[in-house]
């Protein structure tokens, strides 16, 4: 981008402000508007408890329970046990005591740099393959509220896997991120599919700059660009690469990207193979990125001291692996402040978030102007493929002509490209019904009640109370694949996540909530998640009233009586 395209793209209008609300909470509980005279405790060193609540037209609950200490001192156990074992395992393998399935370097070759760190290779020989049977289950349905699962079983300790022949039926989906429920194999979307394939075919074959560019495309991005509320969109076939290759194209040597501890894979790698300089934040911390964005100004380039040519934030709408959402009117405050440009990836939140469906800028009722570069994916609520960068009408024109991924990449799919369109217009309403305000309004109460259900039961989970992505705090290591195993016999697929994808001690199951998924579903899924929290003893958090000093229980005792009165 030049540099006066993209000073034009600043907007210095200031924020709408309401009045002050109240901030509460306990430890790690973020809170705006709660209820005054609660009891506080004491903040760990790592909250981030917004301290601008007047930015804000809705409460903003986020939880993030910490760790009890017993638990993490048995996690940190757990580990010490494994890999201690690890190493024993290893000195049998290096003996012939053991059978080695580890691919091995050729004795010709022992001289080599090895092609992977030595913990890492321990680490998967030794963890993730005791573990491994819970991941890449293959499918053989739509990987709707239910879907099929193709059995298989391991001779040889997860190495390898054989298939028995059978298959799992109905098995709840809790895993797939089909917020809206358009993975569907009948219905509006699917029959549109079919009519774009018959007519289009499947695939392209060229690029768009090419003659890869059809009409379907171009009512796309116009389709998006008036969902979204912005002067012009693109859209391209992979959702990675829609991070991966346009932020190399927006910023370079000498600028200044303020990336998120927590961002996703893809906004990493763009923004290294972007060439800037790259400084982390700690997670939906405005004082940690404040000071970041004051340091850069005073500061300026290493060395040199002169000013960074761009200064790029670049934040998430819904963090996948915590269910947090960010603090987004008051990241746009500082961005304003401080002149800086807004990178804003709605992968997770577009068509979950927002009274309409429009992502976190709908949520919190913001300006889509405020927001430089709005970025999203097809993959989860529109049930297709493919991701999005909508903005100013200079901005997109620049990324036409510079991006990697718009000028070599192969041109969306006609088929996936009309599955977006007919859900999105489902979503807005322009198809005549009232069914897309249905499914978000049906999202929005199971994601209620589901995170309402499990903290009942006595489970720790993070994350906003508006967010359908729920992680269910796991900890230990041996309890990863005790879960994911135990939750399939009771036939619900989940996804289990552990070290190094979260950290050490940080392990969890994550759901993903959909307006597919009934009550019965629902309600199907607690129970299999309180039979095995009470058999692997996961029921970690306590109640509030053992949170709140004997002077707070009293006066809400007293309070109730009252009120029953």
Request: glycine share 8%.
């Amino acid at each position: 981008m030049t540099e006066s395209s993209a000073n034009k793209l600043l907007n210095g209008d200031a924020c709408h402000r309401i009045s002050n609300g109240r901030k509460n909470g306990f430890v790690k509980n973020h809170c705006l508007f709660q209820e005054p005279r609660k009891y506080r405790r004491p903040r760990g060193k790592n909250q981030n408890v917004p301290y601008n609540a007047s930015l804000y037209k809705k409460p903003f609950l986020e939880s993030f329970e910490e760790t009890p200490l017993l638990v993490a001192v048995l996690t940190y156990m757990g580990y010490g046990i494994l890999t201690v074992f690890g190493y024993l395992r290893d000195f049998l393998r290096h003996w012939s005591i053991e059978k080695c399935n580890v691919a091995r370097e050729r004795e010709e070759q022992k001289e080599f740099v090895p092609l992977y760190q030595d913990f890492e290779n321990f680490y998967t020989r030794n963890l993730y393959m005791r573990i491994r049977d819970n991941w890449n289950r293959p499918i053989c349905s739509v990987p709707g509220a239910k879907m099929d699962l193709v059995e298989r079983v391991s001779p040889d300790y997860n190495w390898t896997f054989e298939h028995t022949g059978r298959v799992v039926k109905d098995v709840i989906n809790m895993g797939s991120y089909n917020y809206l429920g358009f993975a569907e194999k009948t219905g509006a979307c699917a029959d549109a599919a079919v009519e774009a394939t018959q007519k289009y075919g499947a695939g392209v074959g060229s690029t768009r700059c090419e003659i890869g560019n059809l009409d379907i495309h171009e009512e796309l991005e116009e389709l998006v660009a008036r969902f979204l509320g912005v002067e012009s969109s693109m859209a391209f076939g992979m959702g990675f690469a829609t991070n991966s290759m346009n932020i190399p194209a927006l910023t370079g040597k000498g600028c200044l990207i303020l990336s998120d501890e927590l961002n996703h894979a893809s906004l990493v790698l763009g923004a290294r193979l972007s060439g800037s300089t790259i400084r982390v934040f700690k997670h939906n911390n405005m004082q940690s990125l404040e000071k970041l964005l004051r340091d850069a100004i005073v500061h300026g380039q290493p060395r040199t001291h002169r000013p960074w040519k761009k200064i790029l934030i670049v934040v998430e709408g819904i963090y996948s692996m915590e269910g947090s959402v960010v603090r987004l009117p008051e990241v746009i405050a500082l961005k304003k402040r401080y002149k800086a440009y807004l990178y804003l990836d709605e992968a997770h939140s577009i068509g979950a978030l927002g009274p309409n469906g429009r992502g976190v800028v709908d949520y919190f009722g913001l300006d889509p102007k405020d927001v430089d570069i709005m970025m999203g994916t097809f993959t989860k609520s529109f049930g297709a493929a493919g991701g999005y960068i909508g903005g100013k009408k200079e901005l997109i024109d620049y990324l036409r002509c510079h991006s990697h991924s718009a000028l070599y990449a192969t041109s969306m799919s006609p088929p996936v490209a009309q599955q977006i369109i007919t859900s999105m217009k489902i979503i807005t309403g322009e198809d005549g019904t009232t069914l897309g305000a249905d499914r978000l309004r049906q999202l929005s109460e199971n994601t209620t009640y589901f995170r309402r259900r499990l903290r009942e039961m006595g489970f720790i989970i993070y994350g906003n109370d508006d967010s359908p992505v729920v992680p269910l705090m796991l900890y230990m290591p041996a309890k990863i694949g005790a879960f994911g195993r135990e939750m399939l016999r009771r036939n619900i697929g989940t996804v289990v996540v552990g070290f190094p994808a979260t950290p050490i001690i940080e392990s969890r199951a994550r759901f993903c909530v959909s307006a597919a998924h009934t009550r019965e579903m629902l309600d199907t899924a607690l129970g299999a998640i309180s039979e095995v929290g009470d058999l692997l003893q996961l029921k970690y958090s306590r109640r509030e009233e053992e949170l709140l000093p004997p002077s707070s229980l009293g006066w809400r005792r007293e309070e109730e009586s009252v009120l029953r009165d």
